[in-house]
């Protein structure tokens, strides 16, 4: 397991969330299209009222995905019902599969070459991560018109739409997840601890500190170092940072603050929880920590919250996932973010994880494989083999009703969290950058080589040397 297949299976995951969307099938094209073609038509039938229509000539659109397993599997049912759907309705666009490779790191390298010499496929697959440097580089297609005229764009929670701006294009349908804590119920309860909700982090570091006194279990793992590679920012530091009010990102000059009191404050968590002894910081310093904290110690009972999003339902601790917890829905609960104010909150993260190419052969006839590929039709063959998270459309388990059932209803039951969580756009140019710097910093206070503060001027300095003072600013 790379140092970023913590990010990598979470945004895989959200990328089934959206191809698990829900929406009704559509076979029609947009409607300029639609108006286009009975302009030709009507134009055709004046010429010639008793002429043969000419036979369209088929178009194969490439559709590119890392080589795995299951994302075949996925990939497979969405190509072959586009495929049907196109012959039946006399459509001239086909989509074929092709595979780039497996791992993270070589697949996003691909990406990227491809891009820039023009050769990328016409549909892709893409990491959260490098959406915004590619829309902005102009690799994307603006989907803006095609997506607001389709009917079924009302049926997505609009708490997800921002999740597919980036660089003023629309370039995708969004699909989201819900992070939060996930917390060992039974170990608190065995202990006479309160499962309730924390509203602050003083409350949350009063009950870490009655897990370290009166358990065997270590208190909580929240990512944090370079060992967890991407995941320590998109996993923990960046719903910690937003616990805290000010500002992460300036809108109005396009720079992100890299030193404030708000950043301060979340370095501060790190410190608090690694001093008082309340942090799994030798397991966060391991060469793949998500296993001692995620796969060993939260399964055993050895430490009683953890971070994540619904997808730990399945992939982690369900029946077929990684390191299965007996009784899993009764010994396992969720808490949500606390913060400086009270008010806590589900952070709904999340993206666009099918784009196209702004060199695609046929715009009209690939963003008509989006809609199937996201119809209700898709999703309910796929939601046997896997489901990654809720879907972003609100009407999916009236087409779909084994989706309200399985997984214990947990996948459901997050959706019902969009309606009320917070979304915060991360995805700015720098984003990889910046993560890569938060675990740098984390590291330096989780080993106290730094505190919260020298911690913070460090990485204030690098951010600045590394994006430029155009792109990165102290308050």
């Not at 009063?206 to 793992?221: E, F, L, N, S, Y």
């Amino acid at each position: 397991m790379s140092t970023r297949n913590s990010l990598s299976r979470r945004q895989f995951l959200s990328t089934a969330a959206v191809v698990g969307g829900g929406a009704a099938l559509a076979a029609c094209a947009p409607a300029a299209a639609t108006e286009k073609a009975a302009q030709d038509q009507s134009n055709t039938k004046a010429e010639s009222p008793t002429a043969t229509p000419a036979k369209k000539e088929i178009v194969h659109l490439k559709y590119l995905t890392a080589d795995r397993e299951l994302g075949r599997k996925v990939k497979e049912i969405a190509v072959d019902a586009f495929n049907a759907q196109m012959e039946k309705d006399g459509k001239p666009w086909r989509v074929d599969s092709v595979f780039g490779p497996a791992t993270d790191n070589d697949y996003r390298a691909k990406l990227t070459v491809d891009a820039a010499a023009s050769t990328i496929a016409d549909i892709f697959d893409i990491y959260q991560t490098d959406l915004a440097d590619f829309a902005a580089a102009g690799y994307l297609m603006d989907l803006r018109k095609y997506l607001e005229a389709w009917p079924e764009w009302g049926q997505i929670y609009d708490v997800l739409k921002p999740l597919g701006e980036f660089d003023g294009k629309l370039v995708g349908v969004p699909g989201g997840s819900t992070m939060t804590f996930f917390v060992r119920k039974d170990v608190l309860e065995k202990a006479g601890i309160s499962t309730e909700q924390p509203k602050t982090w003083e409350e949350f570091y009063a009950r870490c500190d009655q897990i370290k006194q009166k358990t065997d279990a270590k208190p909580v793992g929240i990512p944090g170092g370079t060992a967890w590679g991407g995941g320590s920012f998109e996993e923990g530091f960046k719903m910690v940072w937003l616990s805290f009010n000010g500002p992460i990102y300036d809108e109005s000059d396009q720079k992100w603050v890299v030193s404030s009191p708000t950043l301060l404050k979340a370095f501060a968590v790190y410190e608090k929880l690694t001093k008082s002894g309340w942090l799994t910081v030798d397991e966060l310093l391991a060469t793949n920590p998500w296993e001692p904290i995620k796969y060993q110690e939260f399964p055993q009972g050895k430490c009683a919250i953890v971070t994540g999003g619904e997808w730990q339902w399945t992939f982690d601790w369900g029946p077929d996932g990684a390191t299965p917890i007996e009784g899993l829905f009764e010994k396992v609960m969720r808490w949500e973010w606390p913060t400086e104010d009270g008010k806590p909150f589900t952070y709904v993260d999340g993206g666009v994880g099918t784009v196209i190419s702004s060199k695609t052969v046929d715009a009209e006839g690939a963003f008509e494989f989006i809609k199937v590929q996201t119809s209700a039709e898709v999703g309910c063959k796929q939601l046997p083999i896997y489901i990654g998270g809720p879907s972003a459309f609100k009407d999916f388990a009236n087409s779909c009703p084994d989706y309200k059932t399985i997984v214990n209803g947990k996948m459901y039951e997050a959706s019902q969290l969009f309606g009320s969580g917070r979304v915060y756009s991360f995805n700015k140019v720098g984003l990889e950058k910046i993560a890569d710097g938060i675990a740098k910093a984390t590291e330096d206070i989780i080993t106290q080589k730094k505190t919260a503060q020298e911690a913070m001027d460090s990485f204030a300095k690098d951010m600045i040397d590394i994006l430029g003072p155009e792109k990165a600013k102290k308050l």
